[in-house]
């Protein structure tokens, strides 16, 4: 017998907005953020980096942020909520779209991948087209869109099969740290380190200076967070 959950995905929320990252800025897209974070660690586990982060953030949401590591070891705070709200079937979210973009977020959405190639599929056969948004800790190959933000435990194969990489930059980024397999990927973006609601515009200048020594590589803005939208 088939499990009734086999098509349902955990559900942490679901919205209407607008991309604000990378090539597909601007683009309408239906945001569905899947539940669950590998990468992340909860505050109560976290090893603290000495001298800094003394005190963790809450989220809007009333959760406390989890601690995340980028590729290179560096820690921040992440300003999304994760946690499971519902859970919902794969038709329900196709039927909720009128955009012509999905893009799927987290957390990790990866954890859900058997789902995620249904609802690729699913999504393919109404003329959507699917963006993962994923740190590629996990194996993972299907006809999405695939953006990277590399974390730790990344990888290689995943890298080269990104549609397009973000590095978060904050003052501990050191462009002589970056591999060389991100280097030499075709699209790279440079993102500052930003609050839940708010733009952090010291790192949004250490971007512009990175851009500086790497010309082709391009800026990733977070534009709902100027817009003030989700």
Same mark, same amino acid.
């Given at each position: 017998?088939?499990?009734?959950?086999?098509?349902?995905?955990?559900?942490?929320?679901?919205?209407?907005?607008?991309?604000?990252?990378?090539?597909?800025?601007?683009?309408?897209?239906?945001?569905?953020?899947?539940?669950?974070?590998?990468?992340?660690?909860?505050?109560?586990?976290?090893?603290?980096?000495?001298?800094?982060?003394?005190?963790?953030?809450?989220?809007?949401?009333?959760?406390?942020?989890?601690?995340?590591?980028?590729?290179?070891?560096?820690?921040?705070?992440?300003?999304?909520?994760?946690?499971?709200?519902?859970?919902?079937?794969?038709?329900?979210?196709?039927?909720?779209?009128?955009?012509?973009?999905?893009?799927?977020?987290?957390?990790?959405?990866?954890?859900?991948?058997?789902?995620?190639?249904?609802?690729?599929?699913?999504?393919?056969?109404?003329?959507?087209?699917?963006?993962?948004?994923?740190?590629?800790?996990?194996?993972?190959?299907? /006809? !999405?869109?695939?953006? #990277?933000?590399?974390?730790?435990?990344? +990888?290689?194969?995943? =890298?080269? *099969?990104?549609?397009?990489?973000?590095?978060?930059?904050?003052?501990?980024?050191?462009?002589?740290?970056?591999?060389?397999?991100?280097?030499?990927?075709?699209?790279?973006?440079?993102?500052?380190? /930003? !609050?839940?609601?708010? #733009?952090?515009?010291?790192?949004?200048? +250490?971007?512009?200076? =990175?851009? *500086?020594?790497?010309?082709?590589?391009?800026?990733?803005?977070?534009?709902?967070?100027?817009?003030?939208?989700?």
């Amino acid at each position: 017998m088939t499990n009734p959950n086999s098509m349902l995905l955990p559900i942490a929320e679901s919205f209407h907005s607008y991309q604000g990252e990378g090539d597909w800025t601007g683009t309408p897209m239906f945001f569905i953020r899947t539940a669950g974070c590998s990468v992340g660690q909860h505050p109560e586990h976290v090893k603290w980096e000495i001298g800094q982060d003394k005190d963790f953030p809450i989220l809007k949401t009333g959760y406390p942020a989890y601690r995340c590591h980028t590729y290179d070891g560096r820690g921040f705070w992440c300003d999304t909520d994760f946690h499971k709200g519902v859970f919902m079937s794969i038709d329900t979210l196709i039927e909720s779209t009128w955009e012509k973009h999905i893009c799927i977020t987290g957390g990790e959405p990866l954890l859900h991948k058997e789902k995620l190639e249904v609802l690729v599929r699913a999504a393919y056969i109404q003329g959507i087209f699917v963006h993962i948004e994923t740190s590629v800790t996990i194996d993972w190959s299907c /006809n !999405a869109w695939i953006t #990277v933000s590399p974390k730790q435990g990344y +990888l290689s194969t995943m =890298i080269q *099969r990104a549609n397009e990489l973000k590095l978060l930059i904050d003052p501990s980024f050191k462009l002589g740290d970056v591999p060389m397999e991100i280097l030499q990927h075709e699209n790279v973006f440079v993102q500052p380190v /930003n !609050a839940e609601l708010e #733009v952090d515009f010291d790192n949004l200048q +250490l971007c512009y200076n =990175i851009l *500086r020594e790497m010309p082709r590589w391009r800026l990733s803005v977070q534009l709902h967070k100027f817009l003030r939208v989700r």
